[in-house]
């Protein structure tokens, strides 16, 4: 049997064999919750520069010596906050059509980026990936799963038919997120599920109009 297999004995005092539940400690989960509040809150009314241990120590009444505990510097108070404005997209149930599978998780990108809180906190999180090697791997990471979403439904549209066969996914990926994005930076008002969908809709008209979708054109994010 393999070493890492087998079981382990059971600990000292335990007659049933299970590990007893580690048990939280109240107090250090407030600490820690203060602590993500007060870095978060920073974060957003000064961007990166903003979040020091000092800081985050006079904001969240956490001593530094118990951050520090928990978070080697400043940059693992970062990447924590960071974590804060991720977001999973989810992929919708296989018996819609292609079309409303793509239009369901363009609506989650919108939802997600219509948030008043990432709003603010995207022109900084964007500034800081390019020069914190760990927050950029998190992002990269969040942005791999994000892509894998919209590949996988791209797919399958092609598959069925709905877009042609030699569509890249990754530029209708673009395509769909970049006046998603602007809009979040520009105009966060029209993060609205319809500008979603007519996103989609136009994508999927180009691509009859075209027989491709290399040669269609960004929708404009005012209209």
């Not at 369901?104 to 990432?118: F, H, I, Y």
């Not at 969040?142 to 990754?170: C, K, N, Q």
Request: glycine content about 6%; charged content about 25%.
């Amino acid at each position: 049997m393999d070493e890492t297999a087998r079981e382990r004995p059971a600990p000292s005092g335990s007659s049933s064999g299970q590990a007893r539940p580690r048990r939280v400690d109240p107090r250090a989960e407030r600490a820690h919750r203060a602590v993500i509040e007060a870095a978060v809150a920073l974060f957003l009314e000064g961007g990166m520069p903003a979040v020091t241990i000092d800081a985050v120590a006079a904001r969240s009444g956490v001593a530094k010596t118990t951050i520090y505990r928990r978070w080697a510097n400043r940059d693992d108070v970062l990447v924590e906050v960071f974590r804060q404005f991720s977001f999973y997209l989810e992929l919708p149930p296989p018996e819609l059509s292609p079309l409303e599978r793509i239009r369901m998780v363009t609506r989650q990108l919108a939802a997600a980026l219509a948030t008043p809180e990432l709003q603010r906190a995207l022109p900084a999180m964007l500034g800081a990936i390019r020069h914190q090697q760990e927050l950029s791997a998190l992002h990269h990471r969040i942005e791999a799963h994000r892509a894998r979403v919209f590949s996988t439904v791209i797919a399958e549209a092609v598959a069925a038919g709905a877009l042609p066969a030699d569509t890249d996914p990754g530029e209708t990926l673009l395509l769909i997120m970049g006046p998603l994005f602007m809009a979040a930076l520009s105009r966060p008002e029209m993060l609205t599920p319809a500008f979603a969908d007519r996103l989609v809709d136009r994508l999927f008209g180009a691509a009859e109009d075209t027989g491709t979708i290399g040669r269609v054109q960004a929708p404009d994010p005012s209209l």
